[in-house]
């Protein structure tokens, strides 16, 4: 059971807009923290893809956008892709816990 | 650009140590004000942050892990290791290294290596 809840799967067809919500407690997102959020396509290792809550490092498309409000973040994937078919995380810093926690994940499925 | 690079036992028994290197090519595991991070991936328990060690020498466990932990470095081999004890197979994922992404005042896992696989089994 993670510390941050994200859906197990979202689905969408090639164009639409898609989005994975993160939800968490007090302790955690609520409190103020960060989240960032990790792309980790078949095979490979998680990518940075938005970390600050809604900032993306250089050379991530702007069709990723993140946001937060009180204690739930969500990543947006507008035009969506075949190639943005992947497991999506989102990560946060925990004080109960006194740890960096991840949320268990959403498979993303373009359709 | 900067690298990095796992390696160590694939297979280890159980109650024993399991032992990484990450390999640092590219830059200098002592330049910076970075967090340099071990990171795990298991089938049951998904990505688990295991503990880093700070450009200061700072190291922060998790505190899950921290009783069978123990992260160190050599900035000569631009090397940090991890070892983990009494291993069971639970422990069995894909081990990363990983160095911070820092924006602003954010910290993310910015710089990630391919991973390792280690399996714990008699």
């Known amino acids: 059971q993670s510390v941050l809840t994200q859906p197990p799967s979202v689905s969408g067809a090639p164009g639409q807009r898609v989005t994975i919500s993160c939800t968490g407690g007090s302790s955690n997102v609520g409190a103020g923290y960060d989240v960032h959020w990790y792309q980790q396509l078949p095979g490979t290792a998680p990518k940075l893809l938005i970390y600050g809550d809604s900032n993306r490092p250089s050379g991530v498309p702007d069709r990723f956008s993140g946001s937060k409000s009180g204690t739930s973040a969500s990543l947006a994937i507008t035009g969506l892709q075949v190639e943005d078919e992947a497991d999506y995380y989102c990560?946060?810093?925990?004080?109960?816990?006194?740890?960096?926690?991840f949320g268990g994940g959403t498979t993303l499925t373009v359709l | 650009q900067l690298q990095l690079q796992e390696s160590g036992s694939g297979l280890v028994k159980p109650s024993q140590t399991l032992s990484l290197t990450c390999a640092v090519s590219?830059?200098?595991?002592?330049?910076?004000?970075?967090?340099w991070s071990w990171i795990r991936q298991s089938p049951g328990k998904g990505l688990e942050w295991i503990g880093f060690?700070?450009?200061?020498?700072?190291?922060y466990y998790n505190p899950s892990l921290k009783s069978r932990v123990t992260i160190s470095v050599d900035r000569s081999k631009n090397e940090f290791f991890l070892n983990l004890s009494s291993v069971t197979a639970a422990d069995t994922a894909i081990y990363y290294c990983?160095?911070?992404?820092?924006?602003?005042?954010?910290?993310?896992?910015?710089?990630w290596g391919q991973g390792t696989m280690v399996t714990v089994s008699s």
């Open positions: 990983a160095r911070d992404y820092i924006g602003g005042d954010s910290r993310a896992f910015g710089i």
């Open positions: 990560q946060s810093y925990d004080s109960s816990l006194s740890a960096r926690v």
């Open positions: 060690i700070y450009h200061s020498g700072g190291i």
């Open positions: 590219g830059g200098s595991i002592s330049i910076g004000v970075y967090s």
